[in-house]
């Protein structure tokens, strides 16, 4: 079975203050995709990223980046000098690669609120 | 990038009432679409995965009497609460994907159920 934690419930920064949202899955798939999606209060889901499991590289985009670990099964995601437009529940989720690459596990989110 | 629409994005009806919701893919063809509700402040929790031609596949505690799923092309599936009451208020996410791709999701479907 899938699993994924978002232990982080609800993050509070000030404006241009780092934050970092912690993800960690479990699955006995060794292939397999991680996601991560920002709902903003008006509901429908931003896809943000999307890493395979064999490729564990780093990635940056603009403000946003993101740290995959296979060994410690965590895919944490950063946001560099946060903007009150940032504030949104943000989601960690995983599927299988081959057999259901269609159907997510999602976290129950992290709440993020970036106050000015 | 890929588009997937979902009708309408907000419904408001009386209690005892059929509501359809529809999911299309405008530029791919879906061989598997899914089914999400989300609560208030809770995470999406996947009700069906339904493919083309055949009969969904409910998640365990899912009626499927109550969420009637009709995937009949490769563009479109449909969402029907039957008799719906206000316990079946929430927020109804649709997603599409082609084969083994990642999905793609709809903007949504608010149901208010007085």
């Known amino acids: 079975a899938q699993k994924v934690t978002q232990a982080q419930t609800e993050i509070s920064v000030v404006e241009k203050e780092d934050v970092t949202l912690d993800c960690v899955y479990e699955t006995r798939d060794t292939t397999y995709y991680l996601f991560w999606y920002k709902q903003p209060p008006s509901g429908e889901l931003v896809f943000l990223i999307r890493r395979n499991s064999f490729d564990e590289q780093n990635e940056i985009s603009g403000r946003y980046s993101w740290n995959f670990q296979k060994s410690t099964s965590s895919f944490n995601f950063t946001i560099t000098a946060s903007q009150v437009v940032d504030s949104a529940v943000y989601f960690c989720?995983?599927?299988?690669?081959?057999?259901?690459?269609?159907?997510?596990?999602f976290g129950d989110g992290t709440t993020l609120t970036v106050k000015p | 990038g890929a588009v997937v629409s979902q009708h309408p994005s907000w419904v408001i009806c009386k209690s005892g009432t059929s509501v359809k919701i529809e999911c299309r893919s405008l530029?791919?063809?879906?061989?598997?679409m899914f089914w999400y509700r989300q609560f208030p402040k809770q995470s999406l929790m996947l009700m069906a995965t339904?493919?083309?031609?055949?009969?969904?596949?409910?998640e365990q505690g899912v009626e499927k009497d109550k969420f009637l799923i009709n995937h009949a092309s490769l563009t479109l599936s449909t969402l029907t609460v039957t008799s719906a009451h206000p316990e079946d208020s929430s927020f109804y996410i649709c997603s599409a994907s082609r084969w083994n791709q990642p999905q793609h999701f709809g903007d949504g479907t608010r149901l208010s159920i007085l």
């Open positions: 530029d791919f063809q879906a061989t598997t």
């Open positions: 339904s493919n083309e031609g055949s009969k969904a596949t409910y």
């Open positions: 989720a995983l599927s299988e690669a081959v057999n259901n690459a269609g159907k997510s596990t």
